[in-house]
């Protein structure tokens, strides 16, 4: 007897089954690290975007604490791109870009991080992650995108800068005295908590970075990170998370990219 199933209908049909196949699977062998970030992957390009999601619910809770480095990052972007919160995905985004300097996402998710940026009609905070594509990643194929967009709002730009150097540096000067009065209100430790506001694998990038913010104010450090070989500029050293979350809203109210981290007692000084 024929079938009455439409050819579309049989591949749909297939999909759901083989996605049912895959999420039993799952549910049996938790702990397949990237195999099931594959998955992941795989589901939500096939748009079963609920499902896709889903499971990344479960790998968080089941595999991140023994993931290596690079499935950590893969499920920071497969989580950025499956949100649908833009200011979650900025929050993915931005970990991404700044505590994985040159990893396989880190490019496209500053990237995506300009697009936001413009559709907020934040044009600096754009300009900022832009540009950071272009010095830090010279072979990205997001470079073009960069240059196309910075050189079309090349002249606008420029107004907007011109404009805010006053703000920018009072703003600066508001920021560091409050994080001097946050620093002293949690004395008495190291601290757990910073704000990173880059790492980078060549360290006079880190250098550069850090003559920059002093420029303006900021009281930072270039450190390293036991086991690692990354330069990081921060600033500030906290016990509580809230008064460093504080300081990380403050920072990226003036276009700042930054991150909060909880490893400040990891910290060596770099040479």
């Keep these: 007897m024929a079938s009455h199933i439409t050819i579309p209908e049989r591949r749909n049909c297939l999909a759901s089954v083989v996605a049912h196949a895959l999420l039993m699977l799952l549910c049996v062998h938790p702990a397949w690290g990237q195999e099931t970030l594959d998955i992941i992957d795989s589901i939500a390009s096939k748009g079963d975007i609920e499902r896709a999601r889903s499971i990344l619910e479960g790998w968080w809770e089941t595999d991140l604490q023994d993931a290596n480095r690079h499935d950590r990052q893969y499920a920071l972007w497969l989580r950025g791109l499956l949100t649908v919160d833009p200011e979650l995905a900025s929050l993915d985004f931005r970990r991404l870009a700044v505590s994985f300097p040159g990893g396989p996402y880190s490019d496209d998710a500053l990237s995506r991080l300009g697009l936001i940026s413009v559709a907020n009609g934040d044009l600096l905070e754009a300009s900022a992650y832009f540009r950071a594509i272009l010095l830090d990643y010279p072979i990205s194929p997001k470079r073009k995108v960069a240059e196309e967009w910075l050189n079309s709002n090349?002249?606008?730009?420029?107004?907007?800068?011109?404009?805010?150097?006053?703000?920018?540096?009072?703003?600066?000067?508001?920021?560091?005295?409050?994080?001097?009065?946050?620093?002293?209100?949690?004395s008495g430790s190291p601290g757990r908590y910073a704000i990173q506001l880059g790492a980078f694998s060549n360290s006079q990038r880190a250098r550069d970075l850090a003559k920059e913010l002093a420029s303006k104010g900021f009281e930072v450090r270039v450190v390293g990170i036991k086991g690692t070989a990354l330069s990081r500029v921060r600033i500030g050293r906290f016990k509580e998370r809230e008064r460093a979350s504080t300081l990380l809203h403050d920072l990226r109210e003036i276009g700042q990219v930054a991150t909060l981290v909880d490893d400040v007692f990891l910290e060596v000084e770099m040479p």
């Design 154 to 186: 090349q002249s606008a730009l420029e107004v907007l800068e011109l404009a805010r150097i006053p703000e920018i540096e009072e703003q600066a000067q508001a920021i560091q005295k409050n994080t001097k009065s946050l620093g002293q209100a949690s």
